[in-house]
């Protein structure tokens, strides 16, 4: 009496769907058995019962750095100074040699040192 190859897979593969799920079933079980035993056997505080717990949660600083933009802005820089190359994302602010803006002939406005306004003011 000879066994097919298909008879043999479909054995194969029986037999391993039907350990996983019984795996599956008792990892769950013992997850919520020791969840359980840990809770009734603490009667301090909710700090003392998961101190196990606490370095395993993500910190406040951690969240606030990793949220945090990785350039400059030009709106971070001083207000005296002149933002080289537009502060295109990713670019060095001191690509050429001359960074500052060509002259401004406005009569009529306020002007900053940087922008070499006629009236120097």
């Known amino acids: 009496m000879e066994t097919s190859p298909t008879k043999i897979l479909s054995f194969h593969l029986s037999f391993l769907l039907l350990f996983l799920a019984i795996t599956r079933r008792g990892a769950s079980v013992f997850a919520t058995s020791d969840t359980r035993v840990a809770r009734v056997q603490c009667n301090g505080s909710i700090a003392e019962c998961n101190a196990d717990l606490e370095m395993l949660m993500e910190s406040d600083v951690s969240r606030r750095f990793l949220q945090s933009k990785k350039y400059i802005s030009p709106g971070a820089l001083k207000r005296d100074q002149a933002v080289c190359n537009s502060g295109a994302k990713g670019e060095a602010y001191s690509k ?9 002939n406005h009569y009529n406005r306020g002007c900053s040192k940087i922008y070499r306004c006629r009236d120097g003011s």
Do not use: V
């Not at 050429?96 to 401004?104: T, V």
């Open 96 to 104: 050429s040699d001359d960074c500052l803006p060509p002259e401004s």
